[in-house]
């Protein structure tokens, strides 16, 4: 299995601000990608960042706002753009794990004041 | 009417007892399956993986799939306090391109074994 690490764990921002999560992999993969989980919510798929390409963003979700970089195939970031408190939010990193399994990070926890 | 349904509980039950956590979906293009667990605080660990219909046993932990019905079961026996956390099903299809490795979640169980 990957092991997966964020940075930060935890934040709280102002609003109008932007912060850029960091997630690093213990070894290669090919597919990472971003989620978002509202408090007491499930996980909802931000985007797939591939290593190489235009990260793939799933509806309701605009590059504008979560830019998305993937220089290597052990390390991504998401930005979080211009902060509203709709923004706070748990957000998770994971990477595929062989062909057909996600492993997740421990989660950026963030409050926009 | 969304993908994937979970029963969002929550659960209570006394250690030792039986747990059973389902999940129903409509997608019939799911094909592997998966059940994570995830702790306050935490980020989701993946509990159990399976791709066909029948039973798969780790442990104190089976997975139970049924492709034709659509519902998937993760059953705990000899349940301990340390399995208090919320239990998420999830699932993804074959599809390749832009949906490759794509997962979809159910709402997640929050589960409370009792000492």
């Known amino acids: 299995s990957a092991v997966i690490s964020q940075k930060p764990s935890r934040d709280i921002c102002q609003r109008g601000t932007s912060l850029t999560i960091q997630c690093q992999v213990d070894s290669q993969v090919t597919m990472m990608f971003w989620y978002r989980q509202q408090p007491g919510q499930s996980l909802t798929l931000i985007a797939t960042a591939n290593q190489g390409s235009e990260a793939t963003y799933e509806s309701g979700f605009v590059i504008d706002k979560f830019p998305i970089s993937r220089p290597n195939l052990t390390f991504s970031t998401l930005t979080v753009s211009n902060m509203s408190p709709e923004d706070s939010s748990i957000y998770l990193c994971s990477a595929n794990g062989g062909a057909e399994t996600q492993y997740f990070g421990p989660g950026t926890r963030l409050l926009v004041l | 009417q969304k993908e994937v349904e979970q029963d969002p509980g929550p659960l209570s039950v006394p250690e030792g007892a039986i747990v059973s956590l389902n999940c129903t979906y409509s997608n019939s293009a799911f094909q592997y399956f998966m059940w994570y667990r995830q702790y306050s605080r935490k980020g989701p660990e993946l509990l159990m993986y399976t791709y066909s219909s029948g039973n798969k046993e780790d442990g104190r932990f089976t997975a139970q799939v049924d492709k034709s019905s659509k519902y998937i079961s993760l059953f705990i026996r000899d349940s301990q306090p340390s399995d208090s956390a919320t239990y998420l099903c999830?699932?993804?299809?074959?599809?390749?391109?832009?949906?490759?490795?794509?997962?979809?979640f159910g709402q997640g169980t929050i589960l409370t074994v009792h000492p």
């Open positions: 999830a699932m993804r299809s074959n599809a390749g391109g832009t949906s490759y490795g794509k997962l979809t």
